[in-house]
């Protein structure tokens, strides 16, 4: 099991930037992909972006693309995903999430965080 707590969530103004981390312990962290998802109030949680165990490979959401830029510390036991150019249908409860391999689908991530709220405002 790995256990994952996200912070760095809050509220800005719309254009403007946050970066979460998902800090790590138990399981090594290392070896697993991590992932991220957001839920927005009445909706499914949906994916945001995912990295691989070495933080080569990385893949987005469309609607995050060229704004949000997820990247990890290996030697931290962390993930991060800056976000930028930040838009109010950004705001929502988002989730780091481990598991064995990148997906853009909740399965087959097997632990998850509390979640952190990111409000924007316009």
């Known amino acids: 099991q790995v256990d994952l707590v996200e912070s760095g969530g809050g509220l800005v103004q719309a254009g403007g930037s946050l970066r979460l981390s998902c800090a790590a312990s138990g399981r090594t962290f290392s070896g697993n992909a991590m992932g991220w998802f957001r839920q927005a109030p009445g909706k499914e949680r949906e994916f945001v972006a995912t990295i691989n165990w070495s933080g080569a490979a990385t893949s987005y959401a469309d609607s995050v693309k060229g704004r949000f830029t997820i990247s990890r510390d290996n030697a931290k036991n962390t993930v991060y995903l800056q976000m930028n150019s930040l838009k109010p249908e950004d705001t929502a409860v988002y989730y780091c999430?481990?598991?064995?391999?990148?997906?853009?689908?909740?399965?087959?991530?097997?632990?998850w965080g509390q979640g952190t709220q990111v409000t924007v405002s316009s």
């Open positions: 999430a481990a598991g064995p391999l990148t997906a853009t689908t909740p399965h087959p991530y097997i632990d």
